[in-house]
């Protein structure tokens, strides 16, 4: 028993019920009643791993979900992430949280993975980092694969939020377990295969609003294409990237480890 988590959980769908969110859920008995598991999930909205973790609950499970460290350091969700047993991941340093997802897989939880890592802007599957499936060939234990659908309508990359009583429909599927096998890279793109599947079956069932924003560019949206979301997102990362350089460099020239020479109002050294 988590009374901490389970708490969140009922104080989450009580909002959830606020907004009107619509959920239609299937597959939820692929979860595994015990013992570790990886579940997979795409990555449309910044509220997606609030509403991967319903399924789970039929089964009575928690999922801990591997959040990027930024979310841990904050005051008010740090603790609370820290509470339900979640995992810290520093895109610098991806090696201790991956350690500890294994880890955790061992002890017989479900962790909670975005392959693609970042929000797709297109709506579609963005190529799949293998992480997913080397934590499952490490630990031996099962892929859940687990598609959204709807929920970048409540919340997303470049739009307003959506958080009032909106009825927004939002479909969650979960597909059969995938046993791990070798090579990574193979079971990755299966993996991916199987999601891209699962994901336009979703669609196919869902209304959609030509010309939405939410909508994918195939699907009749004005959603970026996946090569324009991928070339905005390269953007966005080398204007992080330089921000963070320059960042550095402000900072090793104030104290005098670097910058200008001088700039530690120390006298140049004599050539």
Known sequence: MEPFYRTIIGVARTLFAAQGLKFTISGAEHIPATGGAV???NHTGYMDFTYAGIPAR??????????KKEVFDNKISGPMMRAMKHIPVDRGDAGDSYRLAVEALRRGDLVGVFPEETISRSFELKEFRSGAARMALEAGVPVVPMVLWGSQRVWTKGHPKRLGRTNTPIT???GAPIEPFEPAAEMTAELRATMDR???QAQQDYRHEPGAYWVPERLGGSAP???EANADDARVAAERRARKEAERARREGRDGSGGEPGASGNPPSAQ
């Not at 039929?58 to 959040?67: D, H, L, P, Q, W």
Request: no cysteine; aromatic share 10%; proline share 5%.
């Open 39 to 41: 579940i997979a999930m």
């Open 58 to 67: 039929e089964t009575k499970r928690y999922i801990r979900f591997m959040a």
């Open 172 to 174: 969650i599927v979960v």
């Open 198 to 200: 699962m994901l336009k």
């Open 225 to 227: 294409t996946p090569e």
